[in-house]
Every structure is written in structure tokens, then in C-alpha cells.
């Protein structure tokens, strides 16, 4: 599994069957295909709030409609971060 890490804000999330989606703010390319939006997938939920910024270390799952999927590995709030 490819993996790779991105900055982002989380618009919503989604309970889901086996967990949940976590829609995030993503555009730009991935591997040359133009990316609009990120969706991660986590099969427990996180301590995640809407409107906060995230570094997330995810598992590449694919690209459906311009939307990156993923599975979440390890996450940190930006603010907890900060000096």
C-alpha cells in the first residue's frame, strides 16, 4: 500500500456500516490526476473536529470522481502543534 501525508480541514464526517468517512478539504494532483476532495476512511472514531486542521498519515486506497480514498494510519491535530 502506497502511503503519504497531507494537511487538511475536515468538512464532515459520515458514520458508516464498518466505521467512518471523513470528508476532507484536498485539491490539487495527485500522480497527474486533478484531486478535488479527500475522503478517509477509519474503521474506529476519531477525536476529530469539524473545521480543524489535521496531518494526516494515510494509506492510499484510490482516486473515484476526483476524490482521493484513504485509509487513516496515524493522525495529529495541527493546533496541538503549535508553540
Do not use: W
Not at 477509519?42 to 489535521?54: A, E, P, T, V, W
Amino acid at each position: 500500500m502506497k502511503c503519504f501525508v497531507a494537511v487538511t480541514r475536515l468538512l464532515k464526517m459520515k458514520p458508516q456500516k464498518n466505521g467512518v468517512h471523513y470528508y476532507f478539504h484536498f485539491k490539487g494532483v495527485y500522480e497527474g490526476l486533478i484531486v478535488k476532495g479527500l475522503i478517509v476512511e477509519s474503521s474506529q472514531i476519531q477525536d476529530l473536529k469539524r473545521g480543524d486542521d489535521y496531518l494526516l498519515y494515510l494509506g492510499f486506497e484510490g482516486i473515484d470522481k476526483g476524490l482521493i480514498r484513504a485509509r487513516l494510519i496515524k493522525m495529529k491535530a495541527l493546533k496541538s502543534l503549535t508553540c
